[in-house]
């Protein structure tokens, strides 16, 4: 009984270690991606700001 408690608790650890591994591949992959479209995200920003604060919301 007690190797299905050690076996199943190493099964869980193995999910939780995979599910990290994951989120660090999809971190990964967002800051390659702002890497590499970083000027047109930057204009995209600065082109936003620009309407609002040439707007009159008063």
């Known amino acids: 009984m007690k190797k299905i408690k050690v ?12 599910e990290l591994v994951q989120v660090a591949i ?4 967002a800051i390659v991606i702002g890497l590499i479209f970083r000027t047109q995200i930057q204009e995209f ?5 620009s309407n609002l604060s040439s707007g009159k919301f008063l």
């Open 45 to 49: 920003v600065d082109n936003v700001f």
């Open 7 to 18: 076996i199943a608790s190493i099964l869980r650890a193995d999910k939780s270690g995979m």
């Open 26 to 29: 999809l971190v990964a992959i």
